[in-house]
């Protein structure tokens, strides 16, 4: 697969990664076994680049991605803190962020965290010295090789790329999502700031899996959050309404080269995109991770398509999503 550096954590990563936030929780139920043998699928396809959080299930995923690096190592691990507690800016603090850092370093069974990021916090958060001078001391103490930021908007992502110590930025980025093509990428290649792209295929809606017929569990967060009753909305379908999307999927499909599916076609325009480390697909089992990751050797998509591609949304999508995230 190929690699790019990640940012200012100096590492090189295989350009698709796995997301393990469904092998927690919110996206109904997965086994443990179930989960493992996904882990284990997505490295065998080259996956190198795990990005979990101690919310995730309350740490179920950290120690489930714990199991495989002690099978698996050389892999780089990242994960989050901070979405456990009440949303206050003085939660983010130093005595915090080590008790939070030892049980997601208890949870993984390392000593010293590769990349932690702070998890979509309170706005003010990304502009506090205090903050960034508590993550330093942290990598300091050797807790974390490095730090970035988990962002909900563009304004937060050009905020934190600006700080001289951020080696990452996980921001919402798919053909859903074009905002942060415009400023947020460009500033982070002049940064050296990697940049994860999360929620790649829009909660699935971009597998081109679903129909108006798709039914969800009551603990999937696409049955439980469609209009932001329990976090931001933007995490779920990408913010935009399940209808619009069914729409705007049925445009993109005829787009789709032969030889390759859906999700990764909208996996490949994401690898396309110039600024962009890697990206963090999840999946439910071994097949759906190897799937994801052999988009990785698929062509680069034409000039042409990505030009459809940004009309469909033009159209459809911008209304609901540009002017909020």
């Known amino acids: 697969m190929e ?27 997965v086994g443990e076994d179930e989960a493992l043998a996904t882990l284990h699928g997505a490295v065998d396809a080259g996956v190198t680049f795990i990005d979990t959080a101690d919310v995730y299930g309350d740490g179920r995923s950290e120690r489930i991605v714990g199991q495989l690096i002690k099978e698996r190592p050389g892999l780089t691990v990242a994960t ?10 003085s939660a983010y603090a130093l005595d915090n962020f080590r008790a939070w850092n030892d049980r997601s370093r208890k949870n993984l069974g390392v000593d010293t965290l590769d990349l932690v990021q702070l998890h979509c916090p309170p706005t003010p958060v990304y502009a506090s010295q205090a903050v ?59 940064a050296g700031v990697g ?3 999360r929620v790649p295929l829009a909660s699935g809606l971009l597998s081109g899996r679903y129909d108006e017929h798709t039914h969800f569990a009551d603990d999937d967060h696409r049955a439980y ?19 619009t999307g069914l729409r705007a999927v049925a445009r993109l499909k005829p787009l789709v080269p032969e030889g390759m ?27 759906q991770a190897a799937a994801n990751a052999a988009a990785a050797g698929l062509p680069a998509l034409t000039e042409e398509t990505r030009a459809v591609v940004t009309a469909v949304y033009d159209e459809l999508i911008r209304p609901q999503v540009h002017p909020r995230w």
């Open 3 to 29: 690699k790019r550096e990640l940012g200012r954590t100096g590492r090189q990563v295989g350009v698709v990664g796995l997301g393990a936030w469904q092998l927690g929780a919110d996206w109904g139920e």
């Open 80 to 89: 989050k803190m901070g979405r456990r507690v009440p949303q206050e800016v």
């Open 132 to 190: 960034y001078d508590a993550l330093d001391t942290m990598v300091e103490e050797g807790r974390i090789a490095a730090y970035g930021v988990s962002v909900e908007t563009c304004a937060e992502a050009l905020t934190a790329i600006a700080r001289p110590n951020v080696a990452s930025v996980q921001i919402i980025l798919n053909a859903f999502r074009l905002k942060p093509l415009e400023e947020v990428l460009p500033a982070a290649i002049k």
């Open 195 to 197: 940049i994860i792209a």
């Open 225 to 243: 959050n469609r209009h932001g009753e329990a976090f931001d909305v933007g995490e779920t379908f990408s913010g935009v309404e399940y209808d």
């Open 261 to 287: 599916t859906t999700a990764q076609f909208a996996l490949r325009w994401i690898i396309d995109q110039p600024g962009v480390s890697v990206v963090i697909p999840g999946a439910r089992d071994a097949r």
